[in-house]
């Protein structure tokens, strides 16, 4: 069973995929100073995975968390995916501006997850990862997930190489799936339950009952919901936003501007108002970034704005 107190995890955290590269290069000292931010602004919850730069990002993360008190933050990373050498080079093809030194490979294997981890940890500079996550399962084969990857994430828990497990999907379907067939303690859902995507979703009322709680990424959207005036060429989903999602996004900030609340601060607290969801994690890639998101997170919000923003996002 879990030993992580999910309350250590505290009501934001920070996303390592921008610091591992994701659509730009950034500085190694502009990644390792936004890192210092977060901490310094007190976040104590770190979300990475080897799939964010080819494992640059476990590196930058490392690089500044190994040298804090281990026992006062909370690191997770992911499996599924293991790093291969790859000879013929190049530049990564899936979203990341880093060299493809290496290659990802998919393993759902006990062997493939628990040499994943010992990886991780080598690039981290950490002796432990408190959260492993299964990543994108519905990616790759959800049933091989389900069958192969969770059941050693519990062996794993029970041995007490890790305090808690769970898996992280785009698809709200996939993790419901995924905790039906496995006791899982964190679900790390992206997108999917946003202010601009408010369905009734089974899997938070599911995750309720189980007391599964939910870490929410992706709350701005791919950036649509990030800036209280939605911009023309504002993405969606990772893709330029339609005009009936641009329209949507434009009402909200309507909204909450009548109400003297900028989007952005809506969309960050929105996840929180479902009692399943214990974290919203961010992404930065500056500390300027940082510093708004941990504003944000704590700017009040009148009760009104939601009532009057509830089902926006729906239609």
């Known amino acids: 069973m879990n030993s992580l107190d999910l309350h250590r995890l505290g009501r934001l955290g920070f996303g390592g995929a921008g610091i591992g590269n994701l659509y730009r290069a950034i500085p190694d000292g502009e990644a390792l100073a936004t890192v210092l931010a977060a901490w310094d602004t007190g976040v104590r919850y770190f979300d990475t995975a080897p799939h964010y730069g080819l494992g640059l990002s476990e590196q930058r993360l490392g690089a500044v968390l190994r040298d804090k008190p281990r026992d006062e933050f909370v690191i997770s990373t992911k499996v599924g995916r293991l790093l291969e050498p790859n000879p013929a080079g190049g530049r990564d093809s899936e979203g990341f501006d880093v060299p493809a030194t290496t290659r990802r490979v998919w393993d759902f294997s006990e062997a493939g997850i628990r ?5 991780s940890l080598e690039r981290l500079g950490l002796s432990r990862v408190d959260i492993v996550y299964l990543h994108d399962p519905d990616v790759h084969d959800l049933q091989a997930g389900i069958t192969q990857g969770l059941p050693v994430l519990e062996k794993l828990r029970s041995e007490g190489l890790v305090s808690a497990i769970g898996v992280g999907t785009n698809s709200a379907e996939a993790a419901l799936e995924c905790i039906e067939a496995a006791d899982l303690d964190l679900v790390m859902l992206a997108g999917r339950y946003t202010l601009l995507e408010q369905p009734d979703v089974p899997l938070l009322e ?3 009952q189980r007391r599964t709680g939910v870490v929410s ?8 919901l990030a ?3 939605v911009s023309e060429n504002a993405h969606y ?4 936003a339609s005009p009936e999602v641009l329209a949507r996004a434009r009402r909200l900030a309507a909204v909450c501007r009548d109400f003297g609340v900028e989007l952005p601060t809506a969309a960050l607290q929105f ?3 479902h009692p399943a969801v214990v974290n919203v994690t961010a992404g930065a890639t ?3 970034q940082v510093a708004s998101n941990v504003a944000r997170m704590e700017e009040p919000v009148p009760e009104e704005l939601w009532a009057a923003l509830e089902g926006l996002g729906s239609d």
């Open 227 to 229: 800036r209280s005036d």
């Open 206 to 208: 599911r995750c309720s």
């Open 217 to 224: 990424v992706g709350a701005y959207n791919s950036g649509l």
């Open 286 to 288: 500056s500390p300027e």
């Open 237 to 240: 989903n990772y893709a330029p």
């Open 271 to 273: 996840p929180l108002r």
């Open 115 to 119: 040499r994943s981890i010992e990886e």
